[in-house]
Protein backbone atom coordinates (compact mmCIF):
# COMPACT_ATOMS: atom_id res chain seq x y z
CA UNK A 1 0.00 0.00 0.00
CA UNK A 2 1.61 3.68 -1.11
CA UNK A 3 0.51 6.68 1.17
CA UNK A 4 -0.52 9.05 -2.14
CA UNK A 5 -1.18 12.66 -2.19
CA UNK A 6 -2.88 14.14 -5.35
CA UNK A 7 -3.41 17.21 -6.14
CA UNK A 8 -6.28 18.17 -8.86
CA UNK A 9 -5.59 20.75 -11.46
CA UNK A 10 -8.44 22.65 -12.87
CA UNK A 11 -9.80 20.10 -15.37
CA UNK A 12 -10.55 17.97 -12.12
CA UNK A 13 -12.78 20.42 -11.53
CA UNK A 14 -14.22 22.63 -14.33
CA UNK A 15 -14.52 25.94 -14.73
CA UNK A 16 -17.97 26.86 -13.40
CA UNK A 17 -20.62 25.15 -10.83
CA UNK A 18 -22.35 23.30 -13.77
CA UNK A 19 -19.15 22.01 -15.07
CA UNK A 20 -17.98 20.83 -11.70
CA UNK A 21 -20.47 18.88 -11.08
CA UNK A 22 -19.97 16.76 -13.98
CA UNK A 23 -16.37 17.16 -13.81
CA UNK A 24 -15.88 15.91 -9.96
CA UNK A 25 -18.11 12.34 -11.04
CA UNK A 26 -14.98 11.66 -13.36
CA UNK A 27 -12.62 13.07 -11.06
CA UNK A 28 -14.25 10.54 -8.63
CA UNK A 29 -13.90 7.29 -10.46
CA UNK A 30 -9.80 8.78 -10.72
CA UNK A 31 -9.80 8.55 -7.18
CA UNK A 32 -11.64 5.82 -6.64
CA UNK A 33 -8.92 3.38 -8.50
CA UNK A 34 -6.66 4.70 -6.37
CA UNK A 35 -8.62 3.97 -3.15
CA UNK A 36 -9.56 0.53 -4.56
CA UNK A 37 -6.01 -0.33 -5.67
CA UNK A 38 -5.41 -0.66 -1.52
CA UNK A 39 -3.71 2.92 -1.56
CA UNK A 40 -4.12 5.86 1.70
CA UNK A 41 -5.29 8.39 -0.73
CA UNK A 42 -5.02 12.27 0.94
CA UNK A 43 -6.93 15.04 -1.43
CA UNK A 44 -5.60 18.55 -2.58
CA UNK A 45 -7.05 21.23 -5.01
CA UNK A 46 -6.96 23.85 -6.78
CA UNK A 47 -9.68 26.99 -6.33
CA UNK A 48 -8.30 29.74 -9.18
CA UNK A 49 -11.68 30.31 -11.17
CA UNK A 50 -13.54 29.48 -7.97
CA UNK A 51 -11.87 31.67 -5.99
CA UNK A 52 -12.09 34.50 -8.38
CA UNK A 53 -15.59 34.00 -9.01
CA UNK A 54 -16.11 34.23 -4.92
CA UNK A 55 -14.50 37.29 -4.43
CA UNK A 56 -15.71 39.25 -8.12
CA UNK A 57 -19.40 38.38 -6.57
CA UNK A 58 -18.62 40.01 -3.18
CA UNK A 59 -16.99 43.16 -4.82
CA UNK A 60 -20.66 43.35 -6.81
CA UNK A 61 -22.32 43.52 -3.38
CA UNK A 62 -19.83 46.13 -2.56
CA UNK A 63 -20.54 48.06 -5.66
CA UNK A 64 -24.16 47.88 -5.00
CA UNK A 65 -24.45 49.11 -0.99
CA UNK A 66 -20.80 50.74 -0.22
CA UNK A 67 -21.43 50.34 3.39
CA UNK A 68 -21.09 46.39 2.62
CA UNK A 69 -18.30 45.31 4.84
CA UNK A 70 -15.54 43.75 2.44
CA UNK A 71 -14.44 40.05 2.26
CA UNK A 72 -11.10 39.11 2.76
CA UNK A 73 -9.78 37.02 -0.22
CA UNK A 74 -8.81 34.73 2.91
CA UNK A 75 -12.25 34.29 3.58
CA UNK A 76 -13.11 33.83 -0.48
CA UNK A 77 -10.12 31.17 -0.75
CA UNK A 78 -12.15 29.19 2.99
CA UNK A 79 -15.19 29.88 1.00
CA UNK A 80 -14.06 27.76 -2.29
CA UNK A 81 -12.73 25.16 0.27
CA UNK A 82 -15.83 24.19 1.64
CA UNK A 83 -18.18 24.43 -1.67
CA UNK A 84 -15.33 22.63 -3.93
CA UNK A 85 -14.76 19.46 -0.92
CA UNK A 86 -18.40 19.34 -1.09
CA UNK A 87 -18.66 18.13 -4.41
CA UNK A 88 -15.86 16.02 -4.15
CA UNK A 89 -16.86 14.21 -1.11
CA UNK A 90 -20.21 13.44 -2.08
CA UNK A 91 -19.27 12.32 -5.76
CA UNK A 92 -16.73 10.07 -4.31
CA UNK A 93 -18.76 8.90 -1.40
CA UNK A 94 -21.62 7.82 -3.76
CA UNK A 95 -18.50 6.11 -6.19
CA UNK A 96 -17.29 4.13 -3.35
CA UNK A 97 -20.63 3.20 -2.45
CA UNK A 98 -21.41 2.07 -6.12
CA UNK A 99 -18.08 -0.34 -5.43
CA UNK A 100 -18.97 -1.82 -2.25
CA UNK A 101 -16.42 -0.12 -0.78
CA UNK A 102 -17.17 1.96 2.72
CA UNK A 103 -14.79 4.73 3.48
CA UNK A 104 -15.70 8.08 5.19
CA UNK A 105 -14.64 10.87 3.57
CA UNK A 106 -13.90 14.16 4.87
CA UNK A 107 -13.08 17.63 4.22
CA UNK A 108 -10.89 19.67 6.48
CA UNK A 109 -11.15 23.32 6.34
CA UNK A 110 -6.99 24.12 6.28
CA UNK A 111 -5.41 26.97 7.39
CA UNK A 112 -1.40 27.70 6.11
CA UNK A 113 0.69 29.48 7.84
CA UNK A 114 2.79 31.98 5.01
CA UNK A 115 5.70 34.53 6.28
CA UNK A 116 5.13 38.12 7.35
CA UNK A 117 8.87 38.72 5.65
CA UNK A 118 7.76 36.74 2.11
CA UNK A 119 8.74 38.97 -0.33
CA UNK A 120 6.28 37.58 -2.83
CA UNK A 121 4.07 39.18 -1.00
CA UNK A 122 5.32 42.69 -2.35
CA UNK A 123 5.22 40.94 -5.81
CA UNK A 124 1.20 39.11 -7.32
CA UNK A 125 2.04 36.60 -9.53
CA UNK A 126 -0.56 33.84 -8.84
CA UNK A 127 -3.75 33.87 -11.29
CA UNK A 128 -6.71 33.68 -10.01
CA UNK A 129 -10.75 33.83 -11.63
CA UNK A 130 -11.59 33.80 -15.28
CA UNK A 131 -9.84 35.10 -18.49
CA UNK A 132 -10.25 38.28 -19.62
CA UNK A 133 -9.40 40.15 -22.77
CA UNK A 134 -6.97 42.90 -22.27
CA UNK A 135 -9.34 45.31 -22.17
CA UNK A 136 -11.07 44.01 -20.02
CA UNK A 137 -8.43 43.10 -17.76
CA UNK A 138 -7.25 46.46 -17.25
CA UNK A 139 -10.66 48.17 -16.82
CA UNK A 140 -11.04 45.77 -13.85
CA UNK A 141 -7.52 46.91 -12.58
CA UNK A 142 -8.77 50.58 -12.82
CA UNK A 143 -11.98 49.98 -10.90
CA UNK A 144 -10.53 47.85 -7.99
CA UNK A 145 -7.10 48.44 -8.28
CA UNK A 146 -6.04 44.98 -9.08
CA UNK A 147 -2.84 43.63 -10.44
CA UNK A 148 -3.25 41.73 -13.99
CA UNK A 149 -0.92 39.84 -16.28
CA UNK A 150 -1.31 37.82 -18.57
CA UNK A 151 -1.97 34.22 -18.04
CA UNK A 152 0.61 31.51 -20.47
CA UNK A 153 -0.79 33.00 -23.53
CA UNK A 154 -4.03 31.73 -22.43
CA UNK A 155 -5.84 35.71 -21.73
CA UNK A 156 -5.39 37.75 -19.36
CA UNK A 157 -6.13 37.15 -15.14
CA UNK A 158 -6.20 38.69 -12.04
CA UNK A 159 -2.67 38.42 -9.99
CA UNK A 160 -2.35 38.26 -6.58
CA UNK A 161 0.45 37.43 -3.95
CA UNK A 162 1.78 33.81 -3.88
CA UNK A 163 3.81 33.37 -0.78
CA UNK A 164 5.44 29.96 -0.28
CA UNK A 165 3.75 27.48 2.13
CA UNK A 166 5.54 27.28 5.86
CA UNK A 167 3.78 25.18 8.30
CA UNK A 168 -0.16 23.49 8.37
CA UNK A 169 -2.37 24.55 10.64
CA UNK A 170 -4.73 21.51 10.76
CA UNK A 171 -1.67 18.82 9.98
CA UNK A 172 -2.64 16.92 13.31
CA UNK A 173 -5.81 16.81 12.46
CA UNK A 174 -5.39 15.58 8.83
CA UNK A 175 -3.12 12.98 9.97
CA UNK A 176 -5.24 11.68 12.34
CA UNK A 177 -8.09 11.62 10.02
CA UNK A 178 -6.20 9.51 7.77
CA UNK A 179 -4.49 7.08 9.80
CA UNK A 180 -8.35 6.01 10.93
CA UNK A 181 -9.43 5.10 7.49
CA UNK A 182 -11.07 8.34 6.28
CA UNK A 183 -10.55 9.70 2.64
CA UNK A 184 -9.39 13.58 3.60
CA UNK A 185 -9.45 16.25 1.64
CA UNK A 186 -7.51 19.22 2.53
CA UNK A 187 -5.57 22.43 2.05
CA UNK A 188 -7.96 23.23 -0.82
CA UNK A 189 -6.63 25.78 -3.34
CA UNK A 190 -3.03 26.05 -1.44
CA UNK A 191 -4.76 26.28 1.81
CA UNK A 192 -5.96 29.76 3.51
CA UNK A 193 -3.09 32.01 3.55
CA UNK A 194 -2.49 32.96 7.64
CA UNK A 195 0.09 35.00 9.20
CA UNK A 196 1.11 35.28 13.06
CA UNK A 197 0.01 37.88 15.05
CA UNK A 198 1.71 37.22 18.61
CA UNK A 199 -0.20 34.62 19.55
CA UNK A 200 -3.04 34.67 16.89
CA UNK A 201 -3.47 33.90 13.09
CA UNK A 202 -4.59 36.42 10.27
CA UNK A 203 -5.93 35.57 7.45
CA UNK A 204 -3.90 37.74 4.69
CA UNK A 205 -4.70 38.65 1.08
CA UNK A 206 -3.15 36.34 -1.18
CA UNK A 207 -3.64 32.42 -2.78
CA UNK A 208 -0.51 30.31 -1.70
CA UNK A 209 -0.22 28.07 -4.79
CA UNK A 210 -1.65 24.67 -4.24
CA UNK A 211 1.06 22.38 -5.69
CA UNK A 212 3.91 23.75 -3.53
CA UNK A 213 1.16 23.40 -0.33
CA UNK A 214 0.79 19.74 -1.52
CA UNK A 215 4.44 18.71 -1.55
CA UNK A 216 4.62 20.66 1.84
CA UNK A 217 1.54 18.56 2.62
CA UNK A 218 3.02 15.28 1.12
CA UNK A 219 6.31 15.75 3.51
CA UNK A 220 4.66 15.93 6.26
CA UNK A 221 2.27 12.40 5.77
CA UNK A 222 5.42 10.97 5.09
CA UNK A 223 4.10 10.22 1.90
CA UNK A 224 5.51 7.64 -0.89
CA UNK A 225 4.16 9.34 -3.98
CA UNK A 226 3.11 12.83 -4.83
CA UNK A 227 0.56 12.13 -7.58
CA UNK A 228 -0.21 15.90 -9.35
CA UNK A 229 -3.34 15.43 -11.99
CA UNK A 230 -2.98 18.18 -14.22
CA UNK A 231 -4.60 18.53 -18.11
CA UNK A 232 -1.74 17.17 -20.12
CA UNK A 233 -0.61 13.62 -19.79
CA UNK A 234 3.01 14.34 -19.53
CA UNK A 235 5.47 17.22 -19.07
CA UNK A 236 6.90 18.34 -22.04
CA UNK A 237 9.92 20.60 -23.09
CA UNK A 238 9.93 23.02 -25.95
CA UNK A 239 6.42 23.45 -25.49
CA UNK A 240 4.30 24.67 -28.91
CA UNK A 241 7.13 24.59 -31.62
CA UNK A 242 8.14 21.69 -33.63
CA UNK A 243 10.92 20.11 -31.23
CA UNK A 244 7.85 19.86 -28.70
CA UNK A 245 8.75 16.39 -26.40
CA UNK A 246 7.23 15.01 -23.80
CA UNK A 247 8.93 13.36 -20.66
CA UNK A 248 8.55 10.14 -19.20
CA UNK A 249 10.99 10.78 -16.80
CA UNK A 250 12.92 13.48 -15.17
CA UNK A 251 16.19 13.48 -12.52
CA UNK A 252 16.39 16.54 -9.72
CA UNK A 253 19.26 17.20 -12.17
CA UNK A 254 17.37 17.33 -15.19
CA UNK A 255 14.42 19.43 -13.49
CA UNK A 256 17.26 21.95 -12.60
CA UNK A 257 18.64 22.44 -16.26
CA UNK A 258 15.11 22.54 -17.71
CA UNK A 259 14.30 24.92 -14.87
CA UNK A 260 17.52 26.96 -15.94
CA UNK A 261 16.58 27.16 -19.63
CA UNK A 262 12.97 28.56 -19.18
CA UNK A 263 11.43 25.67 -20.56
CA UNK A 264 8.25 25.69 -18.43
CA UNK A 265 5.76 28.42 -17.98
CA UNK A 266 5.27 29.88 -14.35
CA UNK A 267 1.90 30.29 -14.78
CA UNK A 268 1.17 26.60 -15.15
CA UNK A 269 3.75 24.02 -15.35
CA UNK A 270 6.88 25.32 -13.81
CA UNK A 271 5.66 25.54 -10.18
CA UNK A 272 4.01 22.12 -10.74
CA UNK A 273 8.01 20.60 -11.41
CA UNK A 274 9.33 22.59 -8.73
CA UNK A 275 6.94 21.06 -6.03
CA UNK A 276 7.85 17.56 -7.62
CA UNK A 277 11.42 18.27 -7.24
CA UNK A 278 11.33 19.67 -3.73
CA UNK A 279 9.06 16.77 -2.61
CA UNK A 280 11.42 14.16 -3.83
CA UNK A 281 14.24 16.17 -2.93
CA UNK A 282 13.36 15.54 0.71
CA UNK A 283 13.68 12.02 1.35
CA UNK A 284 14.55 8.68 -0.11
CA UNK A 285 12.56 6.57 -2.13
CA UNK A 286 9.55 9.38 -2.65
CA UNK A 287 8.26 9.61 -6.18
CA UNK A 288 6.47 12.16 -7.74
CA UNK A 289 4.05 11.88 -11.24
CA UNK A 290 3.14 14.67 -12.99
CA UNK A 291 -0.09 12.99 -15.14
CA UNK A 292 -2.94 13.52 -16.74
CA UNK A 293 -6.54 12.83 -14.14
CA UNK A 294 -7.71 9.73 -16.42
CA UNK A 295 -4.49 7.87 -16.05
CA UNK A 296 -4.05 8.49 -12.49
CA UNK A 297 -4.34 5.09 -11.81
CA UNK A 298 -1.24 3.98 -13.70
CA UNK A 299 0.41 6.65 -12.74
CA UNK A 300 0.68 5.89 -9.02
CA UNK A 301 2.58 2.83 -10.33
CA UNK A 302 5.08 5.01 -12.40
CA UNK A 303 3.20 3.63 -15.55
CA UNK A 304 1.95 6.89 -16.86
CA UNK A 305 2.87 10.60 -16.88
CA UNK A 306 6.11 12.06 -15.82
CA UNK A 307 7.86 10.25 -13.22
CA UNK A 308 10.13 12.14 -11.47
CA UNK A 309 13.14 10.47 -8.90
CA UNK A 310 15.93 11.96 -7.51
Not at 133 to 138: D, E
Request: aromatic share 4%; proline share 4%; charged share 25%.
Amino acid sequence: MNRIVVALGGNALGKNLTEQFEAVKLTARALADLIEDGNEVIITHGNGPQVGKIDAAMNALLLEDPTEEKTSLSMCVAMSQAYIGYDIQNALRKELTRRGLYKPVVTIITQVEVSNDDPAMRRPTKPIGKFMTRQQAQRLSEQYGYAIAEDAGRGWRRVVASPMPQYIIEIDAIRAASQEGSVVICCGGGGIPVRRKGEFLKGCAAVIDKDFCSALLAENLNADVLLILTAVDRVKINYRTPDEKSLDSMTLSEVDRYVGEGQFSAGSMLPKVQAAARFVSGGKGRKAVIAALSDAGEAAKGNAGTVITA
